[in-house]
Structure formats: C-alpha cells, structure tokens
C-alpha cells in the first residue's frame, strides 16, 4: 500500500529544466518565424487573427514543439525519479498514475484542440489554448500531489486569458508561462522541499 494518497515526489529541478527547455524553444521558433521567411504577417478573419505562415514552417513548428515536449518530459521523469530514489519511494505507484491520468485528459483535449485550429489556421489561438488546458491539466493534477502545483496551473489559465486579448503575442505568453514561470515554479518547489 502507498504510504501516501498524494505523489510527492515530483522534483523543483523538473519544473526548472522544463523552463529552460520552453526558453530554448521559443527561441528557436522565435527565430524561425521573423527570420524563416515564411511568415507574411497577419490576417482578421471574422475578427480572430489569422498567421500567414506556410506550410514548411508550420511543420517545423509542430516539430520544435513535439521537442520541447519530449525534452522536458525526459528531464521531468529524470529529476522525479532521482528524487523518488532518494526518498525510498517508487516514481511509479499508484498516486503517480492517478496524477497523470488526470493530468493527461486536459493535455490530450487541449492538443487536439490545438491540432483541429492548426488544420483550420488559426495559429493566433493556439498558444492561449496551450496556457489555458496546461494551466486545467495542473490544477486536475493537483488533487493527487503537491497542491502547490495548483498555483501554476491559476497562472497558466490566467496568461492563456489574458493572451486571448492580445493574439498577436501567442509566443510571448507562451514563454512567460511555459518558461518563466516554470522556472519560477520549479526554484520555489526545489527551496521548499529539496533544500
């Protein structure tokens, strides 16, 4: 039997990394996008701002962003197992699979939201999205570990919210949200409990 209903292993250095991994990206399709040459501005279709990006970027895109996932979902597992290990506990038990069933339905929703707009290219809206279903998939996660893993995820909704207004700074509020306050979140979770 688990020795707690909660998974409290999940590691500061995690969030951290998954920060650093977002900066990196946003970098990479920061440059793709003002120096790629595939991007020609935008467009106001039935008022929602429309990317004018082609295909080849769009599929590099979604690339870099499978990327980013895969990295930092490497260092999430790496970081928590190491911690786990320390600890004495399994990283695979039964509050972590609870904690990621219900961290994945969000997750799952939210990207084939985000795939249905990139097939009708509505590109503005998908960095809120992104915010917006990671921010539920936090909170929903919360219930099973770490309850300040809940504050992200209020974070994360209120930037997805907030980018609403301002569609033309997708990758802004994507890197303030997956970056930044990753990094913030993960230094804050390190101090507190791995210090």
């Known amino acids: 039997m688990d020795r707690s209903s909660r998974f409290i292993s999940l590691s500061g250095l995690s969030g951290i990394m998954a920060g650093v991994t977002a900066l990196v990206g946003a970098g990479l399709a920061y440059y793709r996008l003002n120096y790629g040459g595939d991007v020609s501005g935008y467009t106001i279709l039935d008022g929602l701002v429309v990317l004018d990006i082609n295909a080849n970027a769009a599929f590099d895109l979604s690339i870099l962003a499978i990327g980013i996932l895969l990295t930092a979902t490497f260092f999430g597992y790496f970081f928590t197992n190491r911690k786990a290990k320390k600890a004495g506990e399994s990283v695979w038990n039964t509050s972590s699979k609870r904690m990621l069933v219900n961290m994945l339905i969000p997750l799952i929703t939210g990207g084939a939201f985000c795939i249905i707009m990139m097939y009708h290219q509505l590109f ?51 890197t303030i949200g997956f970056g930044i306050m990753h990094i913030i979140y993960g230094t804050i979770m390190y101090l507190k409990y791995e210090k």
Not at 128 to 134: G, N, Q, R, T, V
Not at 146 to 174: A, K, P, Q, S
Request: glycine share 14%; charged share 5%; hydrophobic share 55%.
């Open 124 to 174: 503005g809206l998908i960095a809120p999205a992104m915010l917006l279903f990671y921010g539920l998939a936090c909170i929903n996660a919360s219930h099973f570990t770490l309850t300040d893993i809940r504050y992200l995820g209020f974070c994360e909704i209120g930037l997805g919210l907030l980018n609403c207004f301002f569609l033309g700074y997708g990758l802004l509020f994507w």
